[in-house]
């Protein structure tokens, strides 16, 4: 069965240009979530997202860092005015409402 | 008061020893406590949860022993080996929202054969 899927796996873009980053969820699950590993802080929540409900954007570092959801699926996170302190793996994750979160492998972002 | 403090930051083990993580939180509205384990270019897995009903947790060679007094979990590896050399995260949730993650710093994982 097909996991989490992120792409693009690795991406390098120049400081100042927007990106975007797209996720798949396991097909049925309702709940999807960003988060992002980096060196200095960990792994951090970003933002949720649960059927039709406003987003919880409450992780979101900075009005450059936005996401959407279509449909209840397929979900975008787009970083603009990149900085290179936003070098970092982007994970998203999905679940069933309220159970185990899985995650994607992950996307690679290095701001040069 | 939103932080989960994970100790040791490495650990180095011999082949079929005992592998200990520790954890340590403050918010008590956290109600779940999952370990993720995570392999290089890997996305975190989870290996194992514990909700603040019970003290203890196993499954396989992994146990989860849980101190709700002292705000405190950790992770137990019996006969570790070398394919358990990861990185393991502990973290914390609230049952509003079991998914809404607070991640511990990680611990690096060397299982020596």
């Known amino acids: 069965g097909a996991g989490v899927s992120q792409s693009p796996s690795n991406k390098v873009t120049e400081k100042g240009k927007d990106v975007e980053l797209r996720c798949d969820p396991i097909s049925g699950h309702t709940a999807l979530y960003w988060y992002r590993q980096s060196l200095g802080q960990g792994l951090e929540f970003l933002i949720y997202f649960q059927g039709n409900s406003a987003p919880d954007k409450s992780g979101l570092p900075s009005d450059r860092f936005s996401a959407e959801r279509t449909g209840g699926s397929v979900s975008t996170l787009t970083i603009q005015r990149t900085q290179q302190e936003d070098s970092a793996v982007y994970l998203c994750a999905s679940s069933p409402q309220g159970n185990t979160i899985y995650f994607g492998e992950g996307s690679w972002l290095t701001v040069v | 008061q939103q932080q989960v403090k994970q100790s040791p930051q490495s650990l180095i083990v011999q082949k079929g020893g005992i592998s200990i993580i520790n954890c340590a939180y403050e918010?008590?509205?956290?109600?779940?406590f999952p370990w993720y384990q995570q392999f290089p270019g890997k996305g975190p897995a989870l290996l194992i949860a514990i909700r603040p009903d019970v003290s203890e947790k196993k499954e396989g060679r992994f146990t989860i022993s849980f101190n709700k007094s002292a705000k405190q979990f950790s992770l137990h590896i019996m006969d570790s080996q070398p394919g358990d050399s990861a990185t393991y995260f502990c973290?914390?949730?609230?049952?509003?929202?079991?998914?809404?993650?607070?991640f511990g710093q990680g611990t690096t994982l060397q299982v020596k054969p």
């Open positions: 918010n008590t509205a956290f109600d779940y």
């Open positions: 973290a914390a949730s609230p049952a509003s929202n079991t998914g809404k993650l607070i």
